[in-house]
């Protein structure tokens, strides 16, 4: 990630990549499950689930508890690395996931992934995905010390096009990613492809919630990714 020296001019928007434009979020759980039991934490997978969208770091507090000893969790964390990417050939993006960034950027936004995954499982995801003819840029959880919920991955993004959060929307799919972007200053469309019902999304803030990708890209033109700030 190479930040821009000073703003560039137009309107950015971020896309969550896990749960929002792939269906991953359930392998994640999954991965997650298998290496926590590896380390004999015998976890439910409605809690883990629950936790998906934050980085590993805040995963494992929100599963595990804080309070713990965190010797295992670089471990724990690189089991689900290795578990998950078994799955990388096979992944697939939600229908019309990659015609919503291309429907989005010819409407004059700059998009942006705002993912806080490695920088391998983006990588996969992105290749699996196959739009990188109008994404700009991306993230991934090692651009920043702290990982969703906190802002620092929005912010991260803003800054790889040189953007501020005025002129940016976020979409996403967990209170995680709504709950960043609230942080940032931005508004977040949520997707209900994560998971996650639709009232806690709208609790959490987001200003639309789609039943998923491809509603979103139906409806373009009358949420908030109709046209960019001017």
Wanted: hydrophobic letters at 45%; glycine letters at 10%; charged letters at 25%.
């Amino acid at each position: 990630m190479t930040p821009h020296d000073a703003p560039r001019p137009g309107g950015v928007a971020l896309f969550d990549l896990d749960g929002t434009l792939v269906d991953t979020n359930y392998l994640h759980t999954l991965a997650w499950w298998q290496a926590l039991r590896q380390y004999d934490h015998h976890v439910p997978m409605v809690r883990i689930h629950r936790a998906i969208g934050m980085g590993a770091d805040r995963l494992l507090d929100a599963v595990l508890g804080s309070d713990r000893g965190h010797a295992q969790d670089d471990a724990i964390a690189d089991a689900h690395g290795t578990l998950y990417a078994e799955w990388y050939a096979t992944l697939r993006p939600f229908e019309g996931a990659a015609a919503l960034l291309r429907a989005t950027a010819a409407r004059g936004w700059r998009v942006v992934l705002a993912s806080s995954a490695a920088e391998a499982e983006v990588a996969a995801v992105r290749e699996r995905l196959g739009a990188d003819d109008v994404i700009e840029a991306a993230t991934s959880g090692g651009d920043v010390s702290a990982t969703k919920p906190a802002p620092d991955i929005v912010e991260a993004a803003l800054d790889t096009v040189g953007a501020e959060a005025s002129d940016a929307v976020f979409v996403g799919d967990t209170v995680w990613d709504v709950e960043a972007a609230r942080r940032a200053g931005m508004p977040c469309i949520g997707l209900l492809t994560g998971g996650i019902p639709r009232g806690d999304l709208e609790a959490a803030g987001a200003v639309l919630v789609c039943e998923d990708a491809l509603t979103l890209l139906r409806t373009i033109d009358a949420t908030p990714l109709s046209r960019p700030p001017r």
